[in-house]
């Protein structure tokens, strides 16, 4: 069964105090390091954002289907696996950023995590609540909540898409076997 190419959820925004988005925000912020020793997908999600300022309590306030709005270079710093699978434990559908680290990115992408980047994602206009629509295909972003349309996503790639729908790398590999 094909998996939805428009996906529809409650917005996150990734923001300081002061309401700015944080921008490089690293794999160690992400799934902190003392935590690497955790294999087991299901437990991996408790631990989110365990190391970023004023969002400690991410996993207790995120929702399956939630869509994340992060800043710039979301993802920066070590390869670890476990700063994109505590988002899969949390049931987190996508990821919309201006930019992320190119070995988080691969690593998402891989693990069947749809990440769109978004150059000028409007971040001022999307607030931790509204629920929107994204088009993976035209990279269309609309947000339900007030009923604006906002900028344009770079859509996904036709191999990132393949990959999303045949649920990871390895699955997709499979398929084409």
């Not at 408790?46 to 399956?64: C, D, I, M, R, V």
Request: proline letters at 3%; glycine letters at 10%; aromatic letters at 8%.
């Amino acid at each position: 069964m094909k998996k939805p190419t428009t996906l529809e959820g409650r917005v996150i925004v990734i923001k300081d105090q002061n309401g700015k988005p944080i921008d490089d925000i690293d794999t160690d912020m992400i799934f902190h390091n003392k935590h690497l020793h955790i294999t087991e997908l299901n437990e991996m999600g408790q631990y989110t954002f365990g190391n970023l300022q004023g969002w400690e309590s991410f996993p207790e306030k995120a929702k399956s289907g939630d869509i994340l709005i992060v800043g710039k270079n979301f993802g920066a710093g070590s390869s670890r696996q476990q700063a994109v699978d505590c988002f899969r434990s949390l049931s987190i559908q996508m990821i919309v950023g201006e930019s992320f680290g190119a070995i988080y990115k691969r690593n998402a992408i891989n693990s069947g995590i749809p990440l769109m980047i978004a150059p000028e994602i409007m971040i001022d206009d999307l607030k931790t609540g509204d629920n929107i629509k994204i088009n993976l295909i035209t990279g269309e972003i609309f947000n339900v909540s007030n009923n604006r349309s906002l900028k344009s996503a770079i859509p996904l790639s036709k191999v990132q898409l393949d990959i999303y729908q045949a649920g990871t790398l390895f699955d997709y590999g499979r398929k084409k076997e």
